[in-house]
């Protein structure tokens, strides 16, 4: 077991500086196998020292509950686990099921739609309440043991670089991803909309909340929607989303690189990931001192 677990941990050692290694040089496909293999490896380090049968495969095969590029099979292998044995699926976490609507999203998300998407997709349990403490848990794991975990919920950068109002992203995502301007949020509207109805349309056959999640999305698009009752035409979603982002694109490409590149040379590696302390903030704590006596 000794020798299983020094194995383990030399690979999970491994596959965290490749993930910091492609992210730098903002190889997200590499990134994203990288952290693949990583969560399964993790598992099976986990498994193995609580001293349980059958830990999972630490080589790279496909996890439970572990979405791909777009999200898809990450409900069909749960459910389909769950029908086999006759039980239900793997207990997932909130922290995971949160990565998992980022995952599918991939662009920073208010809480009722990483809420909506884990509901609709992954059979998720999470309620928006619980994701209020969420950031700041991440960002004290993160102080205490800086990048202990293979990737952090933390929040969006606004241009004042201060955390964005219950905007959460994922730390191993490019900082230009990480940061919203003026057009941010409408841009990542549709990203996700588009990202959604990609989804949907890779689906064997229906999934009613996964409909309802796109009719409301497409209902905030000019040219998505129809009059004929039933589910929403994915296709007809993302060609409405693409035709408005070709507008917007441009000039939201270039103001989240200023604002990365501000945050890179500016922030500590804390500060990029869950934002600065703004100047409110620090105009108080000045105050504060000079009552005190301080300087």
């Not at 190889?27 to 990288?34: F, Q, S």
């Not at 994701?131 to 848990?137: A, E, K, V």
């Amino acid at each position: 077991m000794s020798d299983r677990l020094d194995d383990l941990e030399r690979r999970i050692d491994e596959l965290r500086a490749g993930v910091r290694k492609a992210m730098r040089a903002r190889d997200a496909a590499t990134a994203r196998t990288l952290r693949a293999e990583l969560r399964t490896a993790e598992r099976a380090w986990d498994t193995l020292v609580s001293g349980q049968d059958d830990p999972a495969p630490a080589d790279g095969s496909p996890a439970e509950n572990v979405p791909d590029e777009t999200g898809r099979g990450a409900e069909a292998r749960t459910r389909a686990k769950g029908a086999g044995r006759g039980d239900g699926p793997r207990l997932v976490t909130v922290r995971e099921q949160v990565h998992q609507a980022l995952a599918l999203l991939d662009a920073p998300a208010q809480a009722r739609l990483i809420v909506a998407v884990s509901q609709a997709f992954f059979a998720g349990s999470i309620r928006s309440p619980q994701l209020t403490s969420l950031r700041r848990d991440e960002e004290r794991s993160f102080r205490a043991s800086p990048y202990g975990r293979p990737y952090y919920l933390c929040a969006a950068l606004t241009d004042r670089l201060s955390p964005a109002r219950g905007l959460l992203t994922v730390s191993t995502w490019p900082a230009e991803r990480r940061v919203v301007g003026p057009l941010s949020p409408r841009v990542d509207f549709l990203t996700c909309a588009v990202r959604v109805a990609r989804h949907l349309s890779g689906l064997p056959g229906s999934l009613p909340d996964g409909n309802r999640l796109l009719a409301r999305m497409a209902r905030n698009i000019p040219g998505a929607g129809d009059d004929a009752f039933g589910p929403p035409d994915p296709g007809r979603v993302i060609e409405a989303a693409r035709r408005e982002l070709r507008v917007h694109t441009g000039r939201d490409t270039r103001d989240r690189a200023e604002l990365a590149k501000r945050a890179t040379s500016q922030l500590d590696e804390a500060a990029g990931l869950f934002g600065a302390a703004t100047l409110s903030t620090v105009a108080k704590g000045r105050s504060t001192r000079v009552m005190r006596g301080g300087r």
